[in-house]
């Protein structure tokens, strides 16, 4: 008697199930998945981040820079002063602190004030010799020997005090210009101390509003990556949901459908800097590579 082979088949309708998932896994897994909807992307430096970025080079000398016109990177700088910011204050306190410095700041009405204040101790001076003439000829001795000398002497007095009276207005001019040009000196260094503190804080200002707009766009292009990579596995999730209802008929076992979903994906390295420096910017993160 002739051994009979016994096969087993599913049912019609699980045995058409079976063909079809396999002419659709057959199907999709033929077809390529296109990356590049949730390629990672950077975005690119926007106008706040490189006005602050050019601000920092200005105050340190540099020219103006150039950019990338496609990420907005720092490509290079032009040919600049070589001057800080501080530097023409400091240079003025300088010229301040000279031996001449203050020939700039004496009064112009100086020498106006010294000719006034001399002529009207002339006018007195000539106003003393009349007592002293009218006591000579009471005395018989005008003209003489004895009333020259007596004159003499007096010129003489009146000469020295003039002297000294313009050597003090003098000295008076001298010193008020020597404690004005002190006193810029100390104003002018002050400036060279402020002006970096203050640029350093309008940098600043505009390095953070820079960063936050930066942290938004990045945000965007994640958001966006991460929708495409949704979108893109979206037909396998749903084929897998059919294997495994037609898989567990198939071995007389129905399972529960478990779907995988594709992870939302962590965030970019460039939006954790971001998020971590949006507060916190200065001159070291102005030129810093990605």
Known sequence: MAEQTTISRPAPYLEAAGQTLLDLTTKLTGQPVDTSKFAPSIAGQNVLTQAAQQQAATQAGLGSLSF????????????GTGIAGYQPFLQQAQAYS??????SFMSPYQQDVIDT?????DIQAQKGMQPLAASQIAAGA?????????AAEYQSQSDLNRALLQAQLQQQGFGQA????????????GLASLQPSLAQSQIQQLGAAGTSN?????AIRDA????????AYEPYNRLQFLSATTGGLLAGQPQAYMTQQQGQGSASPLSSA???AATVYGLGSLFGGR
Not at 142 to 150: L, S
Not at 224 to 231: I, N, W
């Open 117 to 121: 204040t001399l002529s009207q101790f």
């Open 68 to 79: 990338d016109p496609t990420t907005g990177a720092v490509t290079g700088a032009g040919a």
């Open 142 to 150: 005008f003209g003489q020997g004895r009333g020259q000398v007596q």
């Open 274 to 276: 971001l998020s971590g």
């Open 214 to 218: 930066l942290a938004y766009e990045q």
């Open 224 to 231: 966006q990556a991460q929708a495409g990579q949704l979108a």
């Open 98 to 103: 000279g031996p001449q410095a203050y020939q």
């Open 178 to 189: 020597q404690q004005a040009a002190a006193l810029a000196q100390q104003q002018q260094a």
